[in-house]
């Protein structure tokens, strides 16, 4: 009977191998984006449950095969593991393409965590989520100063705009997502409209060297990005809840992330924050509450060698400002200054009454990105903005409700690179950008127009390239040009006309007469070329340098162009000028750093010189129906800055770490010799953390921050005549506030449930002691004291 | 060499794939402009004739004895806040002669001119303060018991009484003040602390005789 079996066995199974099971199929495994053969592979057949691997030509062989299907699954290490299927009726010979780099081709995505730089060679820091967490009940200006020579220009405390090695505003290239913001980044008093709660990782880019963002970048490129998209099947979300003791604040921010092995993927945000009057030591500052919402929806399909997104983020901001500094007149002011605590102090509240902003952004954006086989990358990008911006001033009688600032920016780009990363030893992208943008200013405000409607297209083409010459030495160069058209239709009062000397030099550009005003229609065209090269070397292990130079070319912004009018809050008429021509900047950097296990140093210095630098200052005065105002005009000289940023860490033991982060700088006039207005401070901040990952992966810190006071300054100090007596009485703008010392104390601990699930609990104290100061760059310090004590709780609940 | 065939064959069949989003991004891009373009057509954007801007200023002073003895102390700022303000006096005062001061704050870039004074400050009265202010002239002040109560108690200022002592020549002043935290108006003249000014006018050589 065994017999019998057997032999049925062996007849059977010389049966169906009589059939035709004598195929042999021929692999041949080559790299996706350089073709070359991919070595040592292993490769399992499904069907047979045998494994062979490639040889050294990347090729493989399976002998014996019947008619029918055979799946291979080909992994690899530092591959995606590729699935395919065959259908076998003879001998077989296929060539399959798998992807060896992902890494250096910026696809890998093993978590969330992981930092990618933007450049090779330029100054860039890269904050992480762990680190911009911490900032969720605040803002964006104010986690950027995690980076040693970032500080930021603030008009009270919410309104907090980012200033890297002195530059700020227009001379900022803000990307949301690979997004450019185009929300009226011209004013000092306009904070950048994104939500911190929504990026997952930020980096900060100082000087032009990012190209590909955009040529105008004089100051720098703040990249803010999202959670990266993880390729398995997963849902993992995160809760921040806080509470801030002052201005007794509350902050939620949920998010949550869909994704699955076959690379889509979802993810929504959202958060909201809310604060009333906030306290300085002594004082309660009356109307700096705040209410903000934003949420980001992102959703798409992100595999190796093609995928799609659509993103849409949204941010609505309510901002009190200071009411004490709303003044009328340059005696306002004045009184303003010299007296000890601001003029309007009442009880706190969360009511946000005028003045006040009211700022909402909408962002939407769909990309697309298809990779070729030894070729490489294309992405195209169209993405649509919309900044709706209301300033409420102090008005009377039923203009009460009606804002005095009414605008509305809307953006579209479109977007088109292409990478070419088939060698990998010598990256090439170029690419292309056209954009459309339309400004309208509401006219029912009842206030003249302060910015005018207009229409501008930007046209830009870049290149940039990378070579790693050696497994040391990277270099790079990037070549870019943008051409920018403004058509503006803009009012001005018959008298400034004649004041500018426009009435002789722009006569032609006058479409319309009106009782007081002229119409006009100023056309500017502007070319700007930029560009940027680089290298970087690792000496050894432990010690690199990187040397750097960026030209960078900005036309002037619509405020610099068209400004006509008072400026409330500063009590001061601010001129524009249309014969303005573009800035241009030369700026050299070279950066030194050194790692080891105990210690880490980063030195970066630069310097910059700026031609055409277009900056206001005072120069007459004009006597209206509230006293005399000093006249304020924008004006061009040439400028230079230099600087140097250090931050250094030195692990005392295992448990105990200092770092110390310090940026100095200089900048002036060249020719005038005076110093720049608004250049930052030296500063330094000193940072002592004990770790215990034992004790719930416990983390305390105390921070000093160490500000001390400007003493080079323009004097734009000026004296005004009391019309009654004839008395003289000094305004005194320009002295800054003395030095100060902050101490800030942080800690916090991790509570595991599960696996995937923790609760992260921090206790902050900022300003520990209560301590009274004014900081230079806040243009509210002529009014009030900054923010006292501030204990502040927050849970993040991770699952 | 067969690879390299294979491979342009497929760059050319993703290229057409290529060529198609191309088409659909371009296509909704060019839509997108175009709701934009229509949305904002190319008239000529209006101009703004800003309404709470204050133009003319007017001081009048009459005698209680005599109707004919009237000083007027008149301040032009065609462009509001936004431009140079001229100031004029037409007339003396009368040494030893008591005047009722009658007010005119109005915005003559208006047709026809709008009344500041009764359409927005005194509906507005407790939000509002006058304060005045002399300098070598002999001139004092009373705010009259039917003058408009303004913020705090106080009185608002634009029912006043002045007095004009010996001959002198100097200058007047006269401040409003919008939204006060404080106000006395126990000298007459007033005083106010906090706020911001709406208005802050001198005339200078002003004369009694």
């Known amino acids: ?799 | 060499m067969n690879t390299n065939k294979l491979n342009i064959k497929t760059m050319k069949i993703n290229y057409l794939n290529i060529t198609k989003t191309t088409k659909l991004f371009v296509g909704a891009l060019f839509c997108l402009s175009l709701i934009t373009s229509c949305s904002s057509d190319d008239d000529n954007p209006p101009p703004v004739n800003p309404e709470e801007i204050i133009t003319n200023v007017t001081l009048t002073f009459t005698n209680n004895a005599d109707a004919t003895d009237i000083v007027t102390l008149a301040s032009v700022a065609p462009d509001g806040q936004d431009g140079t303000s001229t100031e004029t006096i037409t007339g003396n005062f009368t040494a030893g002669a008591t005047y009722d001061l009658s007010l005119a704050i109005t915005n003559a870039s208006e047709t026809p001119a709008d009344d500041v004074l009764n359409d927005d400050i005194i509906p507005e009265a407790d939000e509002h303060f006058f304060s005045y202010a002399v300098n070598n002239i002999n001139l004092t002040m009373t705010r009259d018991a039917d003058d408009i109560d303004g913020p705090n108690g106080s009185k608002l200022g634009v029912n006043t009484t002045w007095v004009a002592g010996a001959a002198s020549t100097g200058n007047v002043q006269i401040t409003l003040t919008h939204e006060p935290t404080a106000t006395d108006d126990t000298g007459g003249f007033g005083t106010p602390t906090g706020g911001s000014e709406d208005l802050n006018i001198t005339f200078n050589n002003v004369d009694i005789q």
């Open chain 1, 1 to 799: 009977m065994k017999q019998l079996i057997t032999a049925i066995a062996i007849a059977y199974s010389c049966f169906s191998y009589s059939q035709d099971c004598t195929y042999t199929f021929l692999g041949e495994l080559s790299d996706f984006h350089d073709g070359t053969p991919i070595v040592s592979a292993t490769i399992h057949i499904t069907e047979h449950d045998r494994y062979i691997v490639s040889d050294f030509n990347g090729k493989f062989k399976i002998e014996n095969l019947c008619s029918g299907t055979i799946t291979l699954k080909i992994s690899h290490v530092g591959c995606e593991t590729k699935v395919v299927s065959y259908e076998i009726d003879g001998d077989t010979h296929k060539s399959i393409q798998i992807e060896h780099h992902i890494e250096e081709l910026d696809e890998i995505s093993i978590t969330g965590e992981s930092s990618k730089k933007e450049t090779k060679t330029a100054q860039e820091t890269v904050l992480k989520a762990n680190t911009l967490k911490k900032y969720s009940a605040l803002n964006l200006g104010e986690a950027l100063k995690e980076v040693s020579g970032v500080s930021s220009i603030n008009t009270g405390n919410s309104i907090v705009k980012p200033i890297i090695n002195g530059m700020h505003s227009s001379r900022l290239l803000i990307l949301n997502n690979n997004v450019r913001l185009q929300d009226q980044e011209w004013g000092i008093e306009h904070a950048p409209n994104i939500d911190i709660n929504s990026a997952a990782q930020i980096s900060v880019i100082k000087g032009s060297g990012a190209l590909a963002y955009g040529g105008d970048a004089i100051g720098g490129v703040i990249v803010v990005n999202p959670n990266r998209v993880i390729k398995k099947d997963t849902l993992y979300g995160r809760t921040i809840i806080g509470g801030q003791s002052n201005g007794r604040g509350y902050n939620i921010s949920s998010t949550l992330n869909k994704s699955y092995s076959s690379g889509w993927f979802a993810n929504i945000q959202g958060s909201i924050k809310q604060n009333g009057d906030f306290k300085a030591p002594d004082y309660n500052l009356t109307n700096t509450g705040l209410k903000s919402h934003a949420f980001t929806v992102n959703a798409g399909k992100k595999r190796f060698e093609s995928g799609f997104e659509v993103f849409y983020s949204y941010l609505d901001n309510e901002i009190g400002i200071l009411g004490a500094s709303h003044i009328g007149s340059t005696f306002d002011l004045g009184r303003a200054i010299n007296l000890e605590q601001p003029s309007l102090i009442n009880d706190f509240s969360y009511d946000i009454n005028a003045p006040k902003q009211e700022v909402t952004h909408h962002l939407a954006k769909a990309s697309y990105y298809k990779r070729f086989k030894n070729f490489g990358k294309i992405n195209l990008q169209y993405d649509y903005q919309n900044n709706q911006r209301f300033e409420f001033d102090v008005r009377i009688g039923d203009r009460r409700n009606i804002p005095a600032v009414d605008l509305k920016l809307q953006t579209h780009t479109f977007l088109a690179d292409i990478n070419l990363d088939a060698n990998l030893n010598r990256k090439i992208n170029f690419g292309i950008m056209g954009r459309f943008q339309d400004n309208f200013a509401n006219p029912d405000t009842g206030v003249r127009r302060l910015i005018p409607d207009y229409e501008k297209y930007d046209f830009g083409a870049y290149t940039t390239a990378e070579w790693q010459i050696s497994d040391d030495l990277i270099f790079d160069a990037g070549l870019r040009y943008d051409f920018n058209r403004i058509d503006a239709k803009k009012f001005y009062l018959k008298s400034r006309w004649e004041e500018r000397g426009y009435d002789v030099d722009f006569l032609n550009i006058i479409i319309e007469e009106f009782p007081t005003q002229f119409l006009t229609n100023p056309v500017f065209n502007f070319h700007n070329i930029s560009a940027s090269t680089g290298l970087k070397y690792n000496i050894n292990d432990s010690n690199q340098i990187i040397f750097n130079y960026s030209l960078a070319s900005r036309p002037p912004n619509v405020s610099e162009l068209f400004s006509d009018g008072l400026h409330h809050s500063a009590a001061r008429f601010e001129l524009g000028n249309l014969r303005f021509d573009k800035e241009i900047a030369n700026r050299l950097s070279a950066s030194y750093a050194y790692n080891s296990s105990k210690f880490n140093l980063l030195t970066e210095v630069f310097y910059s010189r700026i031609n055409n630098f277009i900056y206001l200052r005072p120069f007459d005065f004009i006597l209206t129906n509230r006293g005399p105002f000093p006249l304020w005009q924008y004006q061009q000289t040439n400028a230079q800055l230099f600087g140097i940023d250090i931050t250094a860490t030195y692990n005392i033991t295992d448990a105990l770490q200092w770092q110390n982060k310090t940026a100095f700088i200089k900048g002036y006039d060249l020719e005038t010799d005076l110093p720049l207005i608004d250049i930052p401070s030296f500063n330094t901040t000193n940072q002592v953390t004990y770790n215990n990952e034992a004790w719930y992966n416990f983390s305390t810190s105390l921070k000093s921050e160490w500000v001390f006071k400007q003493n080079e300054f323009p004097d734009f100090n000026f004296e005004i005549e009391d019309q009654l007596t004839g008395e003289m009485t000094l305004i005194d703008i320009s002295t800054p506030p003395p030095a100060y010392h902050l101490l800030h104390l942080y800690s916090e601990a991790t509570f595991s449930f599960t696996e995937k699930s923790n609760l992260k609990v921090a206790l902050g104290i900022n300003n520990l002691l209560n301590t009274s100061y004014r900081n230079n760059l806040n243009r509210l310090r002529y009014f009030a004291d900054d923010l006292g004590r501030n204990i502040t709780l927050q849970l993040e609940l991770n699952y």
